[in-house]
């Protein structure tokens, strides 16, 4: 399964390698660079799960909505990682359409554990 980052922090990017356990992660730079390039993706580039840094995310809600929605993409597991006022400030249906939420400050663990569990409930290892 290709997976993908949203953030321009590089930390995030490690972060999410790190506790997925992963040599490469697709990088988004922005919500912005993710709409544009995930509908133009081929098959071996699709995401099949996305971990957005909502403390960096302008229009989350957008993106969320767009892969939860749209018949290509709807399979593609979405992990939100954010402070709680950023989770707050997400409109209540993208809210709901994550498939994890992790809390900042996090930890790998806290990272892996959010992927395997909504894994585990698509019924994947």
Do not use: C
Request: charged share 25%; net charge negative.
């Amino acid at each position: 399964m290709k997976v993908y980052a949203v953030s321009p922090k590089f930390s995030f990017i490690e972060s999410v390698k790190t506790a997925l356990r992963l040599d490469d992660v697709g990088v988004y730079s922005s919500t912005a660079e993710a709409l544009d390039q995930i509908p133009r993706s081929d098959d071996t580039n699709k995401p099949g799960m996305v971990v957005v840094d909502l403390t960096r995310a302008g229009e989350a809600d957008r993106l969320i909505h767009f892969l939860k929605w749209s018949g290509p993409t709807s399979h593609v597991l979405v992990i939100g990682v954010g402070y709680d006022s950023d989770f707050t400030a997400l409109e209540a249906g993208a809210l709901r359409l994550l498939d994890g939420a992790v809390k900042s400050p996090f930890t790998r663990f806290q990272l892996a554990a959010a992927a395997k569990a909504a894994l585990s409930l698509r019924g994947e290892d």
